[in-house]
């Protein structure tokens, strides 16, 4: 299965299915394919789906649906770890053989009564000279080395330390024979030839477990031996409040910001800043600018901030970047892919002459179909909000309507330019900013108080639309001026 050589690159993603894409994820997934592209390597998708309880199928399609959304296609896979038990149990076979691993029959409870009060936590090696038979019920632990140390050559942070008296002898394989991640990443590793391990900091713990696994088995069969990886342990992510991002305190799911009608080529472009940047200092850059720049040896050992607004920025500016057709086209995506609005919104003389002012004002495709939802009958409505500040809330507000409706009903053209007149002449006779004066028609013929240029959507939204709204809010407030008991005053 192996292909290439050892010299060649080769990178992997290996994400489990349990929940949501990350965008810790994503940026790890990001890297890996920079460090391919940069050096015509391969990137590999593996999906460790090996823990059966969390295991969740959905998010396996949702991962390979995240990873082609931002347009990181892999070059090999995917493979599934649920599908390469075989490797896994060849892998222990040559440890047991050599003496690396052996059998323990201990309960948590049992070593945990043992190592009551000791100074050093874990596994206390009990059954390490016991020669107890390997069968099912009893979980294999690997023989960590008595002294010395292992150290992890970690491209971003140097040499790691660990000294191998705070490693206990750790477990490899359950009780029920499956192999722990510890020994299936390893096995895995080795079998695709893997140059680079490029993964988040948060691994690099158990990487010295990872150093002794693989080491064993170099020595146990050298015929086979595969040289140690590169290591590169990415920064962790972090909130404002300077915590490391949670799915259970923080929006962290791709899924989520591509429902909300972010751009991929924007997300991709904030990921690939968060732990490293351009020496020049510049934010925005085409992805072949970054695959032409990008080293690891670059990457920032810092936790880097995710900050949503920043990214909120980013893709106003790339929305605004593009051109109108392809804009037009992004929301219609965006409405089929989601589900969130008819596609057909995005459709029409009415989009099509609205689109130009819609794109200058989104900061996502989410926001779009609210500033023409104005358009439609089944979709217009006026909100509580605005109508009690614009309309109840302004005493002139019924005369400036009723002018409005006067003089728009007498225009020969019902254009921009003209509405924009005779609305200037309302706010001089009333002594008011235009602004003011605009904020009672606006909310009866748009229903906000804030949308896109009023006289604008008027000419659009056309003559008889216009006209029959205001006639409803003066309806309205005539409605809500009447004596409520039926008697004059």
């Known amino acids: 299965m192996t292909t290439g050589t050892a010299q060649q690159v080769r990178v992997r993603i290996a994400p489990s299915p349990t929940g949501y894409f990350h965008v810790g994820g994503a940026r790890t997934a990001l890297y890996n394919w920079c460090v391919a592209r940069r050096n015509g390597g391969v990137f590999i998708l593996r999906i460790e789906d090996t823990d059966r309880e969390r295991h969740q199928e959905e998010q396996y399609e949702g991962i390979l649906e995240a990873l082609r959304w931002l347009d990181l296609g892999w070059d090999e896979g995917p493979y599934r770890q649920s599908e390469r038990r075989a490797l896994y149990h060849a892998a222990l076979d040559t440890l047991w053989d050599s003496g690396r691993i052996y059998a323990c029959d201990c309960t948590r409870e049992m070593v945990e009564a043992r190592t009551k009060g000791n100074t050093t936590p874990g596994y206390d090696g009990f059954c390490r000279d016991r020669g107890l038979e390997r069968r099912p019920g009893r979980a294999l632990r690997f023989r960590v080395p008595d002294g010395g140390i292992t150290v992890v050559h970690d491209v971003i942070r140097g040499a790691v330390e660990f000294a191998n008296a705070t490693i206990e002898d750790f477990v490899v394989a359950k009780s029920n024979g499956d192999a722990l991640f510890v020994l299936a990443v390893v096995a895995d590793d080795r079998d695709m030839s893997i140059s680079h391990v490029i993964r988040a900091e948060e691994h690099l713990p158990t990487t010295p477990k990872a150093v002794l696994i693989w080491e064993a088995l170099n020595a146990a069969d050298p015929a086979v031996a595969r040289p140690l990886p590169v290591f590169a342990h990415l920064p962790i992510l972090v909130n404002e409040r300077r915590q490391k991002i949670s799915k259970r305190r923080d929006r962290v799911a791709i899924e989520d910001y591509r429902a909300q009608g972010f751009l991929p080529e924007a997300m991709a472009n904030y990921l690939a800043l968060l732990g490293w940047s351009f020496a020049d200092g510049r934010e925005l850059f085409s992805r072949q600018e970054l695959v032409d720049t990008f080293r690891l040896e670059d990457v920032n050992h810092s936790p880097a901030f995710f900050d949503e607004k920043k990214l909120l920025h980013f893709n106003g500016v790339y929305i605004r970047a593009l051109p109108s057709e392809a804009f037009t086209d992004r929301c219609r995506r965006w409405a089929r892919d989601t589900g969130s609005a008819p596609p057909s919104l995005f459709d029409g003389p009415e989009w099509f002459a609205l689109a130009p002012l819609v794109q200058e004002r989104v900061a996502v495709l989410a926001e779009a ?52 007149s005779e609305l200037e002449a309302i706010a001089e006779a009333h002594g008011r900013r235009l602004g003011k004066a605009q904020a009672p028609v606006r909310v009866a013929t748009l229903g906000r108080t804030v949308g896109l240029p009023l006289f604008e959507s008027l000419e659009v939204l056309g003559r008889d639309k216009a006209l029959e709204r205001i006639d409803r809010a003066l309806e309205r407030i005539g409605q809500a001026l009447a004596p409520s008991d039926g008697h004059s005053v």
């Open 369 to 420: 179909p609210g500033y023409v939802a104005f358009l439609s009958a089944e979709s217009f409505s006026i909100d509580a909000d605005s109508w009690s500040r614009a309309v109840e809330g302004d005493a002139e507000a019924p005369a400036i309507l009723a002018e409005a409706r006067e003089r728009f009903d007498g225009l020969e053209a019902f254009r921009a330019v003209e509405l924009k």
